[in-house]
């Protein structure tokens, strides 16, 4: 079946510094993906929406200087924490819409810890 | 606008007893729904989807759930809860906003099955 890898799976990282993390469909062309965040004991929350070639969709309340996302092809979706702190730490979650199928496949999450 | 509702946000059941996860939403145009389980610190899987066709809609693991428009509910439902079902339980609405795709998932339905 078709698959979202995410990488890396874990990342700590300083406060201040900046963590990329990559989104990948591995099998199919994704034309959109969304970037979730999740906190302990929450549901997720939709930060953006990225589609392919173009600039991403953010939710109210997400600040898209912050949180960069480039959808520079239609397998990879990147996300980047910029000048990351203690309270980004959190369970990010990408997910993509298979093009061919209309079906959502979620990635397997990136636990963020900033220090 | 849409958004998820879901009665519940944690639901005891005894083992070999009914399962009833429940779930309303509300869209302005014809929805996709789905519901998602999460096992503790993984990602999303998806149990089952309702795109068009018969409203009632068999997934993984026993579980089925039944479209009913006019309710606006998409709840989940398993005959008989395994040990293994303990987890928590998203429901979530896909549906066009603003020329792309929007999914926005309910705050989740945390189950436990006592033995």
């Known amino acids: 079946g078709a698959v979202v890898s995410q990488h890396p799976s874990r990342v700590i990282c300083k406060s201040g510094t900046s963590v990329k993390i990559e989104c990948r469909s591995l099998?199919?062309?994704?034309?959109?993906m969304f970037w979730y965040r999740q906190f302990p004991k929450q549901s997720l929350m939709l930060m953006a929406t990225s589609n392919e070639g173009s600039k991403a969709t953010y939710e109210q309340g997400v600040e898209k200087d912050k949180f960069l996302i480039n959808h520079a092809s239609l397998t990879l979706s990147t996300l980047t924490v910029t000048s990351a702190h203690p309270e980004d730490s959190s369970f990010y979650i990408c997910s993509a819409i298979d093009r061919g199928s209309e079906t959502q496949y979620f990635g397997p999450g990136t636990r963020l810890l900033v220090l | 606008a849409q958004s998820v509702t879901q009665l519940g946000s944690h639901v005891s059941v005894s083992e070999g007893a009914l399962v009833l996860l429940r779930c309303n939403y509300s869209s302005s145009v014809p929805p996709y729904l789905f519901w998602y389980v999460q096992y503790p610190n993984q990602g999303l899987q998806l149990l089952l989807k309702y795109t068009t066709g018969a409203t009632l809609v068999k997934g993984i693991n026993g579980f089925e759930a039944e479209f009913k428009k006019s309710e606006t509910s998409f709840h989940l439902t398993k005959p008989s809860a395994h040990m293994s079902d303990a987890a928590e339980y998203f429901c979530?609405?896909?549906?066009?906003?603003?020329?792309?795709?929007?999914?926005?998932f309910g705050t989740g339905t945390k189950l436990q099955v006592i033995p």
């Open positions: 099998d199919f062309q994704a034309t959109t």
């Open positions: 979530a609405v896909r549906a066009y906003s603003g020329g792309y795709q929007k999914v926005t």
